[in-house]
RNA sequence: UGGGGCGUCGUCAAACUGGUAAGACGCAGGACUUUGGAUCCUGUUUUGGAGGUUCGAGUCCUCCCGCCCCAGCCA
């Protein structure tokens, strides 16, 4: 019994790959049954005309990761059958989003322009078959006529032309010899229908705009409804996928295949993605760009690929999430945190630690000879022992995080404190023994300390234990960068959610912090853009891809590590400390 | 008050022809720890509502409630 999926065959139970959402379900049913010889072809179907977003992001793995499963193909075409609202620039950042993602469509690059020549002869036959009339009905009248949610259309006064007229208008039209807008062509199906996309559609406008692959050829361009299932038919796809604000489309869809008698595939719907603490919408991607709210379409805050890949989540990342929020039909907000998760979880098997220090203060080991420095092992990745070890700087004068130390700490806070010993990461155990303060603010601007030359490495002969373990960097040693630190776009989980209080209120105000004077060890002024680290104990960052410099290196902070402490704090607000 | 969809844990999401509610994230505890990281345990749900059929219903029937989409010569 082969379904043609593939199984990662155990012997007797295959079990199936991936897990079974309700559209491979489909899938399987199809194959068993014959309707489309076993074969499983699907397309991503974008429209140039902005950005790919992590929602486009659950499309294209799911149609491409259906197409490997199955051991199909999935196609990569261009909808563009409105010339004026697209542009190449948008087809030039789409396929490379796509192949960022880790997608290939080998050969199979298309445009839906490709296809104008076949789509008018197509629509020329349903004219022939009187399936089609030229309308002279202006915009405004097609409204007039198409009645209401509750209410049956009526038909044209142009809907009985023969179809020898109808044939010389259309052709006409195509000579350009009517205005813009003047004329269109529809499908003659039924203006009483209750789906109002079966109330006589249009299927060609004239519209004279200089296309971006045909120039200035066309001066009529067919509409998505007709375009859509002829090109997915001469492409000779099975399954197309879409969402679920098509589904009234469907019976549409349908009609056209049926009436021309070509190749039919599958229209399948799903639920789009939505995520908390965004929005996914080109009109608002826009506005927050225009507004200047976010530096860009590629601000690391943003949800677009172009975003994400400068943020520095990694593709591999999101493939996983794509996997987890699953497929349904469910309208859904899947919690950010999911995301979060799932570059936590690839980051920690991938990225090299390093040691950064974002918010430096000076820490001065009394009793280091004065002038030595010596090196320690320093474990690249903890998870991936072939990562190996490196070496790295240690002084008498470091740099340590303010927040690791407090002059009267709270109940759980095991970091620094007058009179308290903690280890430097790989380095010694110190104990504090003085903390200097600007005597105008009262700001600590030194911790003394002593330190115990017995604990090189970081462990004590005598088996005393210490609760903390601070990361910490060479004064001699390192080099200052600038840290730009980002949180959830949206302080709220559903922006706009609120009465009276628009999306764009709900922004969060801290969503980018920039710190600079942050020090970081040497090598990381050089950091190649987008690679990634994990600054110990704080997250995971990489170098911009913008605006760092070899000399002046720009971190962004991809996403924070777990924080038990902060938690801690969060829910004991306030108690000693400064 | 037309049509098309959808309602299972805080959030996603499984459950073959009805057979006695997976998993993940989150959250809360705990273990371990030279990242308060990672890892590992434990806990957290009875299916929108009301009836009905049945030995047995998330799965079948009836009625009700709620949410989403559709009146572009956009996709």
Redesign the pocket.
């Known amino acids: 019994m082969d379904d043609g999926r593939k199984t990662s065959g155990d012997g007797g139970n295959a079990v199936p790959e991936t897990?079974?959402?309700?559209i491979r379900?489909i899938i399987l049913e199809h194959n068993r049954s014959g309707r489309f010889g076993g074969r499983v072809h699907t397309r991503f179907?974008p429209?140039p005309n902005g950005y790919l977003h992590i929602g486009h992001a659950k499309s294209i793995c799911l149609n491409f990761g259906i197409a490997r499963d199955f051991s199909g193909k999935c196609n990569l075409r261009f909808?563009d059958?409105?010339p004026?609202?697209e542009e190449t620039e948008y087809v030039d950042s789409i396929i490379n989003d796509v192949r960022w993602l880790g997608f290939d469509w080998e050969d199979r690059l298309f445009y839906?322009s490709d296809y104008f020549e076949n789509l008018y002869r197509f629509a020329e036959q349903l004219v022939m078959s009187g399936k089609a009339y030229v309308c002279d009905?202006?915009?405004e009248?097609?409204?007039e006529y198409?009645?209401?949610?509750?209410e049956p259309g009526r038909n044209s006064p142009w809907r009985d032309r023969t179809a020898e007229e109808n044939l010389d208008l259309f052709r006409r039209m195509r000579a350009g010899e009517f205005p813009?807008?003047?004329?269109?062509l529809r499908a003659k199906i039924d203006m009483a229908s209750?789906?109002?996309?079966m109330r006589d559609?249009?299927i060609y406008?004239?519209?004279r705009a200089s296309h971006h692959r045909t120039g200035d050829k066309w001066c009529i361009?067919?509409?998505?409804?007709f375009?859509?299932p002829i090109s997915d038919s001469l492409e000779g796809i099975t399954h197309s996928i879409c969402t679920?604000?098509?589904?009234?489309?469907r019976p549409l869809y349908d009609w056209f295949l049926e009436e021309l008698g070509i190749h039919h595939s599958q229209q399948i719907?799903f639920?789009r993605l939505n995520l908390?603490h965004t929005v996914m919408s080109k009109r608002k991607f826009l506005e927050l760009v225009n507004d200047g709210l976010v530096r860009g379409w590629d601000d690391p805050r943003m949800p677009t690929l172009a975003g994400m890949r400068r943020r520095g989540y990694p593709p591999a990342a999101i493939r996983a999430f794509a996997e987890?929020?699953?497929?349904?039909?469910?309208?859904?907000?899947?919690?950010i945190?999911?995301l979060?998760?799932c570059v936590?979880?690839d980051l920690?098997r991938t990225a090299p630690?390093a040691m950064a220090v974002l918010r430096p203060v000076r820490l001065v080991i009394e009793n280091y000879p004065p002038g030595m420095t010596e090196e320690f092992d320093f474990v690249v990745?903890?998870?991936d022992p072939s990562a190996g070890t490196r070496r790295i700087p240690f002084s008498g004068v470091l740099y340590i995080e303010r927040d690791d130390f407090m002059e009267s700490p709270p109940p759980?806070?095991?970091?620094l404190s007058p009179g308290r010993e903690v280890?430097l990461?790989?380095a010694y155990l110190v104990t504090c023994t003085d903390v200097v303060k600007d005597p105008a603010t009262g700001e600590v601007v030194e911790i003394r300390c002593i330190y115990d030359p017995a604990t090189r490495?970081?462990?004590a002969p005598d088996g005393r234990?210490v609760k903390?373990?601070?990361?910490w960097v060479s004064a001699l040693h390192c080099v200052p960068a600038e840290v730009r630190l980002y949180e959830h776009l949206f302080s709220v989980p559903f922006p706009g959610s609120t009465e009276g209080r628009s999306w764009k209120e709900d922004i969060n105000p801290s969503s980018l912090e920039v710190l600079s004077g942050c020090m970081v060890e040497r090598h990381l002024a050089s950091s190649e853009p987008g690679a990634a680290w994990?600054f110990?104990?704080l997250g995971y960052f990489c170098a911009d891809s913008a605006d760092s410099r070899p000399g002046a290196p720009v971190f962004n902070r991809t996403v924070t590590?777990?924080?038990?402490?902060a938690?801690?704090a969060r829910?004991a607000p306030k108690d000693g400390g400064n």
């Open positions: 897990p079974a959402d309700f379900e179907p429209e909808d059958t409105n004026s609202r839906a009905l202006t915009a009248q097609v409204k198409r009645g209401t949610l509750t813009d807008g003047s004329r269109t209750p789906n109002l996309n559609p249009v406008r004239i519209l361009y067919p509409m998505y409804d375009a859509h679920l604000e098509f589904e009234d489309h719907e639920a908390t987890r929020v699953g497929v349904a039909k469910r309208d859904s907000v899947v919690d945190a999911l979060e998760h936590r979880e920690n630690r990745n903890p998870e759980k806070f095991f970091r280890r990461r790989y490495g970081g462990d234990r903390a373990t601070l990361h994990q110990e104990r590590l777990r924080d038990e402490w938690k801690i829910s």
